[in-house]
């Protein structure tokens, strides 16, 4: 049986995996990938070994290998896991225009500032070189999402002839600047904590109320 290993291993990219078929079998991944999940977040995808993984899943390597070839397998599948569970906050255009610009950004502001969103963002810089595609299916499924989601309503705001916005994707790019910039900016240099629930109210409501006076009518 071959040791799980790098990229460089045929099964690498996971072409070889086959979801389980009985609820034991869905169980005894679930529990390897919790088990990686939280391992990973932890101490990273080179701090983290096989052995680890399976001491704390309570398996062997034998179920491991069943499920994952490699260990590159199963990093993707922790992150697509993770990327993939993760709510998205909608924005109703039937709503208030304030009350759903607060609504969506404080919600998304949630998301972004959450313990395991932090640990999962410094892993996915820290292996970015190594893992590209993961970098790339984080961005494409969580800020470039939010932004296109954000972008669209912008724009039946300005087909509606709500607000005076010029362009969508340039105002929901401003948005998205003011809430988050200074406070991404001091965790990334300072390593500052996440900010609190009030404070993440109080900054989105004033974010908001600038941003619609600026765009009155």
């Known amino acids: 049986m071959t040791e799980l290993g790098g990229s460089n291993d045929k099964h690498a990219r996971g072409g070889s995996f086959v979801p389980p078929k009985s609820s034991r079998g869905h169980a005894r991944r679930e529990r390897i990938l919790s088990a990686a999940t939280e391992l990973f977040l932890e101490n990273g995808y080179g701090g983290t070994s096989i052995d680890a993984i399976i001491e704390r899943s309570g398996g062997s390597k034998a179920t491991l290998y069943s ?6 397998e199963l990093f993707r599948a922790v992150i697509d896991a993770i990327v993939s569970h993760q709510d998205e906050p909608e924005l109703d255009p039937g709503s208030d225009i304030r009350a759903a610009l607060v609504n969506f950004n404080l919600r998304r502001m949630a998301i972004v500032f959450s313990s395991q969103h932090r640990a999962l963002l410094r892993l996915i810089v820290g292996e970015r070189e190594r893992f590209p595609d993961i970098a790339r299916m984080y961005y494409e499924r969580g800020p470039k999402r939010s932004r296109e989601f954000l972008t669209e309503y912008m724009t ?4 509606g002839d709500l ?6 994707a340039e105002s929901a790019e401003f948005l998205i600047g003011m809430l988050y910039f200074e406070w991404y900016l001091t965790q990334l240099y300072l390593g500052e904590g996440p900010p609190s629930r ?7 409501e004033r974010v908001v109320d600038r941003f619609m006076e600026a765009l009155q009518k």
């Open 67 to 72: 499920y994952f070839s490699v260990k590159d």
């Open 156 to 159: 039946m705001l300005k087909n």
């Open 198 to 204: 009030e404070a993440m109210q109080q900054r989105t």
């Open 163 to 168: 607000l005076a916005i010029e362009d969508p």
